[in-house]
């Protein structure tokens, strides 16, 4: 039998920075969690519960992306004086820092994603009495040529978040060369788009049934981490990156 993976968006109460912990939320809203399921949580919320804010009328932003960046560019060599960032080795906007459906702050990127995450794992493992539980914490991003933003990873644990299909034959028997396919990210959008990113109040998700999923009972390992990311000389993108007038931040 099939099983098709599903998505189940959980309301929560808003919260603002520092109003209850992410076990205290959790504890209020989420009830039941079953084996090998993927909680998926918003890195806004994650840094709300770890006031990780910053007031937007005291704060400069320019300097708060500075120091949340390892590279940066300057908004004013940019097309509508974007704020074009390298975080946590990923392309992002402002290094993460966003003001939507945060009561006047500035909410920046939890301090260590993938501790939050593997907490979050060790958490429901222990809660629930399970082996198997997998974490994502996600934001959403621009894509390049492309109107909107799409969920993306920012961290993960508790599963493999890449599937390597490199030596594996095609459906014509063609060994494959190239094809990895990034099923945290995928997760993300998928969950990203079914939870919203305005008022609807669901910050939270569940995810079940998702047989294409490697489960492990442990935080990813450092080799794990390492897979996700690539370097500017091997990157597919890395002429476009070279090119650009980037600036070392603080975090580099």
Known sequence: MLLFMQVAPIHTPVVTAGSMSLPQLLDAVLPAFSEKSILVVTS????????????????????????????YIDPSQTTHGYHFSVAHGMLTSSAGIDASNSGGKYVLWPQDPQKSANELRQYLVRRFGISHAGVLIVDSMSQPLRRGSVGVALAHSGFKALNDYRGKPDLFNRPMKVSVANVSSGLAAAAVVSMGEGAEGTPLAVVTDVSFITFQAADPTA?????????????????????????????N
């Open 44 to 71: 806004k919320v994650v840094s709300l519960c770890e006031s990780r804010v910053a007031e937007i009328d005291s704060a400069n932003k320019m300097a708060l992306i500075k120091r949340e960046s390892q590279y």
């Open 223 to 251: 080799e794990d981490l390492a897979e996700l990311h690539t370097t500017l000389e091997d990157d597919y993108f890395g002429s476009f990156f070279k090119a650009a007038p980037w600036q070392r931040g603080d975090q």
